[in-house]
């Protein structure tokens, strides 16, 4: 238990202090005009207050990130609440500040756009593709779940019935203005989430269950297969540092009406998701009676996230568990796949300089994205979605990048950003070469060949520093 309270009160103190140095070195203008008041459209550009706007984030870029990714890195033991700490803090937080806020300063721009600010023209067509392939495969990946959930009620809905349903709600929601539909229902989405989470805190306190202090060492049931470096890193992205987040924070940029609320809504949310994560891979760890028994229980029903969460919300909060459960399970994912397809939409509508303001030209956009959405439910993700975890921590390296070419360009202390770049960049490289989804290489030179990329990464950003200097 000293080891989780330690953790929680590390997490406070990060967006209390280290927040506070991110703010500063960023630069936050408070009397800057940002786009929500100076270019407001009443559709995608409009001023919220922030905590309404906080809400939203933190639905938008949690989801089942810090409940699902949680449990699974529990798996690990306790070594998993050092990564959500340190990576929340260092990396995940400062990711979503400089998202958001270059967003801001970039008129609202999506995170394809604003990589190429800094980054160049390669990068930004890169991150145009990337981006919205990432998107689309988000958005279609949280209709099939809450589908196949929902059509396992004894209802006379059928799966397929339910697809229609959720794609329906995802088309009104990408097209609306964002005021009218996930500007009301969002925050009680998240307040809900909050909600569930207080609740399992509770029952682990209240319950004087045991949670494992801190050990470093490799708990997983098969940890030559699964090593902390870079498995850990990848398993628990949402509630450290998650790309994702890049893609939802400019949706709020356009509905900030002060630079100075910068740090609550983004540095602030993603360390709410930070708790949310320490607090399920707490439960995991506990509920099961130990981490040996959860990985015991998770291989007994195929590592499916969705059990054990269920399972634990019921063990801790009894009948109304099983209904905040679902609320999670469903609604989550749902809300963040409509927010997927809208960022699309803006992403597109970014790159070929289509103003959204007539319903039509919405239309023009949103029409072909739901078509190919809807033709990709078809498909078995099974072998995609793996890689789908390294695609999204791939695209917070990069985003990290550019806010250090930002901070390069304004003589700041760059290595704000690109420290965790660095760390990112051997995670995402050493992955994708031992993986078994990946290159399969063997482990000790998947990580040589992973730190000398991102060494040369370095070597590359310094050089093109120095260049921009000029």
């Known amino acids: ?119 160049g023209s390669f990068f930004k067509q890169f991150m145009r593709v990337f981006s919205i392939v990432l998107l689309v495969l988000v958005g279609v990946v949280f209709v099939t779940g809450p589908a196949k959930i929902l059509s396992g009620f004894e209802t006379p809905i059928s799966f397929q019935v339910w697809v229609y349903i959720i794609f329906a709600y995802y088309l009104l929601a990408t097209m609306l203005p964002i005021d009218k539909l996930i500007g009301r229902i969002y925050p009680v989405f998240g307040f809900a989430l909050l909600f569930m989470a207080v609740g399992i805190l509770y029952g682990l306190v209240a319950g004087g269950h045991t949670i494992p202090e801190m050990s470093f060492e490799n708990m997983h049931s098969s940890p030559e297969k699964f090593p902390i470096f870079p498995m850990l890193f990848i398993t628990i992205a949402c509630g450290a540092i998650s790309g994702f987040h890049a893609t939802q924070s400019p949706l709020m940029a356009r509905c900030l009406t002060s630079e100075r609320l910068g740090r609550r809504v983004f540095y602030g949310a993603m360390i709410a998701e930070g708790i949310v994560a320490m607090i399920w891979a707490a439960a995991a760890m506990t509920f099961f009676d ?143 070469l031992t993986a078994p989804e990946g290159f399969a290489l063997d482990y000790g030179l998947s990580v040589g060949l992973g730190m000398s990329a991102a060494l040369a990464a370095l070597a590359a950003f310094l050089f093109a520093a120095g260049r921009s200097r000029r």
Request: with cysteine; glycine share 12%; hydrophobic share 55%.
């Open 1 to 119: 238990m000293v080891t989780f309270i330690v953790c929680l009160i590390a997490l406070i103190l990060g967006y209390v202090l280290y927040g506070a140095l991110t703010e500063k070195i960023f630069g936050m203008e408070p009397e800057r005009p940002t786009p929500a008041v100076a270019n407001p459209d009443g559709v995608d550009f409009v001023p919220m207050g922030w905590g309404r706007i906080f809400l939203i984030q933190f639905l938008n870029i949690a989801g089942l990130g810090p409940i699902f990714g949680a449990v699974a890195g529990a798996m690990w033991g306790p070594v998993a609440f050092v990564w959500i700490v340190l990576g929340c803090i260092f990396a995940g937080a400062v990711h979503d500040y400089f998202s958001g806020m270059l967003s801001i300063r970039t008129g609202g721009a999506s995170i394809s756009e604003v990589v190429g600010t800094y980054l």
């Open 290 to 432: 130990g981490v040996a028994a959860l990985n015991a229980s998770m291989a007994e029903h195929g590592n499916n996230p969705a059990w054990a969460v269920n399972e634990i919300s019921k063990g801790f909060l009894g009948a109304i568990g099983g209904v905040l459960a679902l609320l999670g399970v469903v609604a989550a994912p749902i809300t963040s796949g409509d927010t997927a397809f809208r960022s699309a939409r803006l992403t597109i509508a970014d790159a070929l300089r289509i103003k959204q303001g007539p319903i039509a030209r919405r239309l023009a956009v949103s029409v072909p994205l739901f078509v190919i959405g809807f033709g990709l439910t078809k498909i078995d993700f099974g072998v995609i979605w793996r890689y789908f975890a390294w695609s999204n921590q791939s695209l917070a390296t990069i985003m990290l990048w550019a806010a250090s070419m930002y901070l390069i360009r304004k003589r700041g202390f760059y290595f704000l950003t690109t420290v965790p770049a660095i760390v990112m960049t051997a995670v995402c490289v050493t992955y994708i």
